[in-house]
């Protein structure tokens, strides 16, 4: 590889030719690289659109404004509504305590809220069946008294809330933890109060942390399909979120109303890489500018 | 020696005890960690704990009975077994992807960057449906496999392809933070004592992110045998054959049969169990090996 | 307002930070907390803060116990090692975070706290900078906001972590000056925490010297220095030879040479260490007879007006560091290698035993 041959720069200019690849092995994994991207995430993304499109864009539309799918849409937002605050909540108590305190069985904490994360979500769908069902637990008692927790909307709830319990949690752990706690040390000196120093010291420290948090833990509530199929029920216009929408619609061979509901999830997929996109953008570009003056942190 | 007190008695006795907590001026810990522990045993402890409980009530025999017919059997080894393979696959891929995203500089690096999210971010029914779209028989890419005598929809390979769609972001996820981080003087010095790149490859490279591989092939075994929403779509879900372990705590709820869904869920989880400890004692096995510990 | 710390012990785990720890601050003075890391004294100004809890003993401020005193309450400003400027906000709502989070009763008005941030920020020669953030200033003049912000709340005593920790030599010179100037124009009782003897011996009024949770040594800068109170006081601050010896009747013998040492008198025959420093070292060409420890010139370096001499002694092979002026070298004309004697004109003497009397500083009239 001589420098008659390469005309331009080396792409890569912090490596020296000695640590880089020969070009043609650098083309030659770039391309198996991306052929495998584009096989396994590129080609299901098109056919995802292409599929709704098939029919006509008349057909297409029709499928998302049907009762039915209106009324999955609804419940989807309404569970995503009320499990994506009470996780919110949760992680930033959570990383609150873990982050900014020494104590025993901190480890311990840490790992059971990785829980989640290892039980099949038809599990946690299960557990919820075997607590509340007609012969769980609290069945009998629930009977009694009428109240309906699975095969309803507060099992579907319930079941969400568990699979995306680690999400804020886990974001804003590490980085509370990087961040210390001289900030709100500083601010307790200075005479605030527990919740002056939470609001206007340590909250706005971890917006980012936090929003990418939420809306990592939104997609998965959205689009939650194991353990909210075991507690649905599956009541068409009821207790059908919108991942279930799709499954029947699926199984009904109703193919382009299927994937028409399925591309407005994907929809939803993209929008979520976006915002992800952006918000690692700006932090990795606040970080840049932090680093750029040293002493305010020790490496 | 300069003390002033000198005449006052014997030293004071240390803390006899270490608390379980080291004091703070900072507020809140009580709330904070009050309400995270209740929220987690409401929501995740007590109703996990309620399975393995309703276990012990079914009885050994009728756990075993469950757990050794044929057809849970095949749907154990094909999860686990698949999971495996798929967490290879990953393994070997996700290395290739984050070495290519870091080391290379090439048009929609940024693009494809975000995308290797998507597993992430799109429903597990939706890649699903669209995995099946596209690899079954008559689909975009199914359509030249079948002439070659491979069939992946409606068959085990399927469940390979799904599991392995799933877990690919957490392979790229955790080797690439490493990679980036990785000296360049350290592949330097390799070349100037005469390795080939090859060499440094396998001898520098390699063994400085194998701690982060196996922990991202950890995380990708665990998500995947867990994995439900994309499977049963393209599995075609054969007894014996291509049914799934999760598919089968289903149907046996439908069936009303909780104890041949508790037992097959235990079964699930104490497995998993034993794989993760096993590989974290590997990991820390071998962060502990070169010096990361 | 003068602190009292009174049997300070704080652990952590097996670790012991503190050991019953005695000192008094009086009003108004600049005190160092002088030692090398781990020896405490970062733990010692936490806990006058309030930052940190000790397991034993009482901090008292004018005399009144504020150990159950919340750190809101101390009244104490305290500067971080690294500042802990408020990332998210400008420099001016730094320096006024103090005042805004105030109960409404005491809060001041926009504009009084507008006068007063704008008043502080001249005092740290900043006011152009208001409204950048934390991350657009050097180290230098964080460190100076820092400082600002603690004032901010009238404390009563200021507290300083380590303040040119984190600075490049230059600046951190500079803002010495600045710090015992503006002292100077503040009176108030002032703490600061560093590992830097020069730092500590030349701004402050008084050092405290810690090792190992305890405290050697406090006093002026000049007595710390000149009269060191342990071994450790004399190898902490500045260069110094070590001569190993033994007292026996009244006197000290450090190989060939020998010093009369009346507050050792009582000793009948003990290990005992002399120190001195480099400029009380006196050397001669060797000669039968001469009074000295024998040794070879290994080292000789003239800067300016001092010649440094690094010497090899021949009975322990010991290095030997003197200090002499360049005249008096350059009349000796030594050469490399050649057999010279030492002779330290003073030094201090420890005595290695258990009731052993304070070190006695004896010097050798030549």
Redesign the interface.
């Given at each position: 590889m001589s420098a008659a041959t390469l005309p331009l720069p080396a792409?890569?200019a912090?490596?020296?030719s000695?640590?880089a690849?020969p070009r043609l092995?650098?083309w030659l994994?770039?391309g198996?690289?991306?052929a495998?991207?584009g096989?396994?995430?590129?080609?299901?993304?098109f056919?995802?659109f292409t599929?709704a499109l098939r029919k006509g864009f008349e057909t297409y539309l029709a499928a998302l404004v049907e009762p039915d799918a209106l009324a999955a849409i609804q419940l989807t937002l309404l569970v995503a509504a009320i499990a994506v605050p009470?996780n919110l909540?949760?992680g930033?108590?959570?990383a609150?305590?873990i982050a900014?305190?020494?104590?025993?069985?901190k480890s311990l904490?840490i790992t059971?809220?990785d829980?989640?994360?290892?039980?099949?979500?038809?599990?946690a769908g299960?557990?919820?069946?075997?607590?509340f069902?007609a012969?769980g637990?609290f069945g009998p008692w629930l009977q009694a008294h009428d109240i309906k927790i699975v095969f309803a909307v507060p099992g579907i709830v319930?079941a969400t809330?568990?699979v995306t319990?680690p999400f804020i949690a886990r974001e804003l752990i590490p980085l509370m933890q990087a961040q210390g706690?001289?900030?709100?040390?500083?601010?307790?000196?200075?005479?605030?109060?527990?919740w002056?120093?939470?609001w206007?010291?340590t909250l706005?420290?971890i917006k980012w942390g936090l929003l990418y948090g939420v809306i990592?833990c939104n997609?998965?509530a959205?689009?939650?399909?194991?353990a909210v199929?075991?507690v649905s029920g599956h009541v068409r216009g009821l207790t059908n979120t919108?991942?279930?929408h799709?499954?029947i619609l699926?199984n009904e061979y109703n193919f382009a109303a299927?994937?028409a509901v399925?591309s407005l999830?994907?929809s939803?997929?993209?929008v979520?890489?976006?915002l992800?996109?952006l918000i690692e953008w700006k932090t990795r570009h606040e970080l840049a500018?932090?680093a750029?003056?040293?002493?305010?942190?020790?490496a | 020696m300069t003390s002033a007190t000198a005449t006052l008695p014997a030293p004071l006795a240390p803390a006899a005890r270490r608390p379980w907590r080291k004091p703070s001026v900072l507020p809140g810990f009580g709330l904070a960690l009050g309400f995270a522990l209740l929220y987690l045993s409401l929501i995740v402890l007590i109703p996990l704990s309620a399975t393995f409980l309703k276990s012990a009530t079914l009885g050994w025999e009728v756990f075993w009975a469950t757990v050794s017919a044929p057809r849970v059997l095949a749907a154990l080894r094909l999860s686990f077994g698949a999971s495996l393979l798929a967490g290879v696959l990953n393994a070997v891929f996700g290395l290739l992807v984050a070495w290519v995203l870091i080391r290379y500089r090439f048009p929609g690096r940024r693009v494809a960057d975000a995308m290797v999210d998507l597993p992430f971010a799109l429903p597990t029914a939706v890649a699903g449906i669209a995995l099946t779209a596209v690899y079954a028989g008559n689909g975009w890419i199914g359509q030249y496999l079948e002439p070659l005598g491979i069939q992946v929809a409606f068959a085990p390979l399927g469940v390979v392809v799904a599991l392995t769609f799933i877990g690919l972001p957490f392979v790229v996820r955790t080797v690439q933070p490493v990679l980036e981080d990785l000296e360049p003087e350290l592949e330097e010095a390799a070349a100037t004592l005469g390795a080939n790149r090859l060499q440094t490859f396998r001898r520098v490279i390699l063994p400085a992110v194998t701690p982060a591989l196996l922990t991202g092939f950890t995380l990708a075994f665990a998500r995947a045998v867990g994995e439900y929403g994309s499977v049963i779509f393209i599995a075609g879900n054969m007894p014996m054959v291509s049914e799934i372990a999760p598919l089968l705590i289903i149907i046996e709820l439908e069936q009303y049969d909780y104890a041949g869904a508790t037992s097959v869920a235990v079964m699930m989880l104490l497995i998993s169990f034993a794989l993760l400890l096993l590989i974290n004692l590997l990991q820390w096995w071998s962060a502990r090996r070169t010096g990361r510990l | 307002m003068s602190i009292e710390v009174n049997r300070i012990a704080k652990r952590f785990g097996s670790f012991t930070a503190l050991d019953d720890v005695s000192l008094s601050f009086p009003s108004g003075q600049l005190v160092a907390l002088l030692g090398p890391s781990g020896c405490g004294k970062t733990t010692l100004l936490r806990i006058i803060a309030g930052l940190e809890t000790p397991d034993a003993g009482s901090v008292l401020f004018h005399g009144e116990d504020a150990s159950d005193q919340d750190v809101r309450e101390r009244q104490v400003g305290f500067v971080f090692q690294h500042y802990a400027l408020f990332r998210h906000m400008s420099v001016f709502e730094n320096v006024a975070f103090g005042l805004r989070v105030k109960p409404r009763a005491e809060r001041p008005s926009n504009a009084r706290i507008r006068e007063k941030v704008m008043d502080l920020l001249k005092l740290v020669q900043l006011d152009w900078l208001a409204e950048r953030y934390p991350h657009q200033l050097s180290g230098g003049q964080r460190q100076r906001i820092a400082l600002a912000r603690a004032l901010a709340v009238e404390p009563k005593v200021l507290l300083l972590d380590e303040p040119f920790g984190a600075l490049d030599a230059k600046v951190r010179k500079e803002l010495r000056r600045w710090l015992r100037r503006l002292h100077d124009e503040l009176h108030i009782t002032s703490i600061f925490v560093t590992h830097d003897q020069e730092e500590a011996l030349e701004v402050a009024d008084q050092v405290v010297l810690m090792n190992k949770g305890r405290v050697e040594q406090v006093g002026s800068p000049n007595e710390v220095y000149e009269r060191p109170a342990s071994p450790f006081v004399y190898s902490f601050l500045g260069t110094v030879n070590v001569f190993h010896g033994r007292a026996a009747g009244g006197r000290v013998h450090l190989g060939p040479v020998s010093l009369g040492a009346s507050r050792h008198a009582d000793v009948e025959d003990a290990p005992a260490v002399a120190y001195a420093r480099p400029h009380e070292i006196e050397i001669e060409r060797f000669s039968p007879g001469a009074e000295g420890i024998p040794a070879q010139l290994s080292r000789l370096l003239v800067v300016g007006p001092t010649a440094r001499l690094e010497l090899e002694r021949d009975d322990t092979g010991g290095i030997v560091e003197a200090e002499i002026p360049a005249a008096r070298a350059a009349s000796l004309s030594l050469k490399l290698g050649e057999s010279l004697v030492v002779r330290p004109r003073r030094m201090q003497v420890f005595v290695e035993r258990a009731d052993a009397p304070p070190a006695q500083a004896l010097t050798l009239e030549s």
């Open positions: 792409p890569v912090t490596r020296s000695a640590t690849e092995v650098r994994l770039t198996l690289a991306l495998f991207l096989l396994f995430l590129l080609v299901p993304l056919a995802v599929e009470a909540v949760f930033v108590a959570a609150w305590a900014k305190f020494d104590f025993r069985g904490l059971l809220i829980l989640p994360f290892a039980v099949s979500p038809v599990i299960l557990v919820y069946v075997l607590m069902g012969q637990w319930l809330m568990f319990v706690t001289e900030e709100e040390e500083a601010a307790r000196v200075l005479g605030a109060s527990g002056q120093m939470f206007r010291v706005p420290n990592l997609a998965r959205m689009g939650e399909f194991g199929s075991v919108t991942p279930l799709v499954e699926y299927a994937f399925a999830l994907a939803l997929g993209l979520t890489l976006v992800k996109s500018r932090a750029a003056l040293p002493g305010e942190r020790p | - | -």
